[in-house]
């Protein structure tokens, strides 16, 4: 079975520039999260959809960040302007969701955003 | 947010020591796992502990979950190269709307 997909793996961009992230996750999780992780750091969560469906973006800075999850699968993280701050690994993560379990989560192995 | 502490930050021990991870908390979770990243990847999850006074082994590695539920630590034996990572606890379940809380993790080094 398939993880959970990220692309692309390293993005360099120069400050004031437009990136986004895509994340498909494993065939079946409805929950799925952004994770942003600076170096040595735990992941914080920027945003966790049910479905198609927002449920927590409190941590989402929404001035410059945005995501969608259209149809419930595969998600998408911008970042219009990146700033030098937004350097950091974004990782995707997905799990069952709900009462289905204790909300083990499956991570992609991330994209790293280097903004210039 | 529910605080995770972890200590120590940094271990740097040799191949063959023993070494414990503390992962620390004032609030109570319905359940906590461990994950290991490796430098570039994801975190991988190890273990997920939802009992107080729940241990589980996993080969070399012994987990547990203190028995309010507020705590937990991980015990390496005989620790070898491969066990290098950051070692991450999280917590969460129905009272934070199962979504994880992650501590800031323990970074372990194992030298031959």
Redesign the interface.
Known sequence: EAGVVQSPRYKIIEKKQPVAFWCNPISGHNTLYWYLQNLGQGPELLIRYENEEAVDDSQLPKDRFSAERLKGVDSTLKIQPAELGDSAVYLCASSLGGASGYNEQFFGPGTRLTVL | TQLLE?SPQFLSIQEGENLTVYCNSSSVF??L?W?RQEP??????LV?V?TGGEVKKLKRLTFQFGDARKDSSLHITAAQPGDTG?Y?C?G???NS????N????T?LLVTP
């Open positions: 972890q319905s359940s796992q994950y570039g990847e994801g975190p991988v999850l997920t939802v950051l991450l999280a969460g379940g129905a709307g199962y979504a994880l992650f501590g800031k993790g970074s």
